[in-house]
């Protein structure tokens, strides 16, 4: 078939999320990837989650997204973090097996209606006056073959670290997107045609090792937490599908430290061979012992990257030194003196496109039904490029549907602080998400994920029945489960009963949904309480002990932290009458009495949607805004 709704450059993190999503909405979406036996590949570490990436890989979930379900069928490894800490900020880091992941992205990908997977090399994207018209595409191995058409109203780019991709170690040079992967060029060019500011960045990853070679009995054992799981809200089967294997900790020394300082020459980094940006908050152990000099030692996971092979994946030490050297700088670790090499860590440096020619739904401002997503647009990881390939593929499902877009706010989501952040700010380096980046992140846990954006995919006609189904019971049981405990009261005689169970005696009557308040109060308290079995989602009532578990973690959250939450809300909602404001798509900022030169200048380059997105720009004045509201409103 030559003409399809949406076409999808790329089937990394982002590629498929906007595949998928776009032929979740019934539209007939054709994914183009340079190897079908990559398709969700996973380049780097085999983490899915941790730190805010987790409330990503999340939010994909409940918009119906594939990332979690396939980490809960390929897991080797689960884990909570920042359980030390409040619920804004908690989530899980699982491990996932990379040969099955990519296996089961490729497997579900055949059996989705709506959506054809094509091997081959988009070489540039068709437009006309209007926009986007689709795009030529050549075999994978041959750029210089007569290229076929094929129509689309809509075109997502995801090529991730594909354009001009140059991958190096130590002062070895290869032109390729990364390990056993072409770089491409066509799309850079095509890119810049239409006036895309492209710049350099860079990221790296570490060497594999062999476990046999590796001493474990020196070191610290991290266990799996089978209970931190499933990841998915759908997944209501066993969990998890296999025993869960370990993960093993270890630090660097000063040996380490002082052989990569006399090697730094040798670094592509450090010896000026490498260009572009890399990520601050992800640094190769290099830049760690350059940055950090102060400190004696740097931890190191050792984690399993499949079910049935030795490759260990060396967390903590990417870098870009020559083989022969990360080898010795490893020997000198506790547990790695006698290790072997699979193979070394090296950095690829690519071309990445200015998220500041976005608008906020990925569109491009240089040419409409263009949608950009993923590490091309200056994020780094799995996650970021999973919660952007929704959005885009969302979108550019609407836009050739002409339907209106759909912005996702920053009060709702880690995806819509991360999109807001990209748009409205740009990145300096690669953007990885961090939950202090969100304002309200109270509001936007892990744990409430299908709450906030649920309701918003099947909106749009992107969420499955069954997802929807389960959702539409969960909310329910909440609400009725919470009238139940309302309902229900303790009062000061039954004191002494309060005591037996752990808690503090009351002198006023109390209902259970107050009680729980109480960190000490749980639902085993209010069962021996009152001698009963509460049930509010299980197996008896059409649930699942997984739902039942989860209606119950919702209402203990809301009961402890209802305070807080609703100031968030009030000032969330404050923040949102901002952004409720749109902004004509043609206004002339020059006719605007009043306003700052900066402001008009910013703004009128910037072009932002909303006047919530405007008062974001950096260096725009709040008393701006209230000038632009006023002309808005004439
Ligand atoms: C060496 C390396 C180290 C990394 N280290 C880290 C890290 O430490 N931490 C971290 O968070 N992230 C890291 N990452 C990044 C992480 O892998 C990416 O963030 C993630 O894979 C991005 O997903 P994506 O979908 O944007 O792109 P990718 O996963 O790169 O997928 C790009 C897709 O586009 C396709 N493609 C490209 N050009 C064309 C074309 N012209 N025609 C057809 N198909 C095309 C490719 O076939 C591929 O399917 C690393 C990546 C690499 C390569």
Redesign the pocket.
């Known amino acids: 078939m030559s003409r399809f709704d949406v076409i999808v450059?790329?089937?990394?993190?982002?590629?498929i999320e906007a595949a998928a999503a776009s032929a979740r909405m019934g539209l007939r979406t054709l994914c183009?990837?340079?190897?079908k036996d990559?398709?969700g590949?996973l380049?780097?570490?085999c983490s899915i989650g941790g730190p805010a990436k987790g409330h990503i890989a999340r939010e994909v979930d409940a918009l119906d997204g594939l990332m979690g379900v396939a980490t809960d069928h390929t897991l080797t490894h689960i884990r909570r973090v920042g359980t030390g800490k409040g619920p804004a900020v908690q989530t899980v880091r699982a491990h996932v097996c990379k040969t099955m992941y990519p296996r089961w992205m490729q497997e579900r990908f055949a059996k989705t209606p709506n959506l054809e997977v094509r091997e081959?090399?988009?070489l540039t994207v068709t437009k006309d006056a209007n926009g986007v018209t689709g795009v030529m595409i050549v075999p994978s191995d041959n750029p210089f073959a007569d290229p076929v058409w094929v129509e689309a109203r809509s075109v997502v780019l995801?090529?991730?670290?594909?354009l001009n991709g140059l991958c190096h170690e130590g002062q070895n040079k290869t032109v390729a997107?990364?390990s056993g992967?072409q770089a491409?060029f066509?799309?850079a060019t095509f890119l810049t045609e239409i006036g895309v500011n492209l710049r350099r960045f860079k990221?790296?990853?570490t060497p594999r090792v062999k476990k046999s070679s590796i001493n474990l009995t020196n070191l610290e054992t991290q266990e799996s937490e089978p209970d931190a799981g499933p990841f998915s809200y759908i997944h209501d089967q066993s969990f998890p599908l296999r025993e869960l294997l370990p993960c093993w900790q270890t630090h660097t020394c000063t040996a380490t430290h002082d052989h990569l300082r006399e090697n730094l020459h040798l670094s592509a980094m450090y010896s000026g061979e490498i260009r572009g940006v890399g990520p601050r908050y992800?640094p190769s152990v290099e830049d760690k012992v350059v940055r950090f000099a102060g400190k004696d030692s740097h931890p190191i996971f050792l984690e399993q990257e499949e079910w049935d092979s030795e490759s260990i994946y060396v967390q903590g030490f990417?870098t870009s030194m020559p083989a022969e050297v990360q080898l010795d700088a490893l020997r000198t670790i506790v547990g790695l003196e006698n290790v072997e090499m699979i193979r070394p860590g090296?950095a690829?440096e690519y071309d990445m496109a200015d998220p500041m020619q976005l608008d906020a739904t990925l569109q491009s401002k240089l040419l409409p039904g263009l949608y950009l997503a993923?590490?091309?647009n200056g994020?780094?990881?799995?996650e970021?490029?999973a919660g952007q390939?929704v959005v885009a593929g969302i979108n550019a499902a609407l836009h050739a549907s002409d339907q209106e877009p759909l912005i996702f706010p920053r009060d709702n989501s880690f995806i819509g602080v991360m999109v807001d952040d990209l748009v409205t700010k740009g990145v300096e380096d690669p953007y990885?998400m961090l939950t202090a980046r969100a304002e309200h992140r109270l509001l936007l846990r892990h744990d409430n994920a299908d709450a906030r954006l649920t309701e918003v995919a099947r909106e749009v006609v992107a969420c499955s029945d069954q997802r929807w189904a389960r959702w539409e019971m969960k909310r329910e049981a909440i609400a009725a489960g919470t009238d139940f405990l309302m309902g229900k009261s303790v009062v000061p005689l039954q004191s002494e009963r309060l005591g037996e169970l752990g808690t503090t005696v009351i002198k006023n009557r109390l209902n259970w949904f107050e009680l729980l308040r109480r960190a000490e109060v749980t639902f085993d308290t209010l069962e021996e309480l009152d001698d009963e079995k509460i049930d509010f989602a299980g197996p008896l009532r059409g649930g699942s002990a997984q739902l039942d578990q989860e209606v119950r973690e919702q209402i203990k959250l809301r009961a402890i932290y209802e305070g807080y939450i609703q100031i968030q809300e009030r000032q969330a909602a404050q923040s949102r009458k901002l952004d409720d404001i749109r902004i004509p798509a043609d206004l002339d900022y020059d006719l605007i009495r009043g306003m700052s030169y900066e402001s008009i200048d910013k703004l009128g380059r910037m072009r932002p949607m909303t006047v919530g997105q405007a008062s974001r720009v950096s260096g725009v004045r709040p008393t701006d805004m209230a000038i632009l509201i006023g002309h808005i409103r004439g």
């Open positions: 450059v790329g089937a990394g993190h982002a590629g183009v990837t340079l190897r990559r398709v590949h380049p780097c570490n081959g090399q988009v995801t090529t991730g670290t594909f997107a990364r992967d491409v066509g799309l990221t790296g990853t992800c990417s090296y690829v993923g590490q091309l994020t780094s990881g799995y970021e490029a390939g990885r």
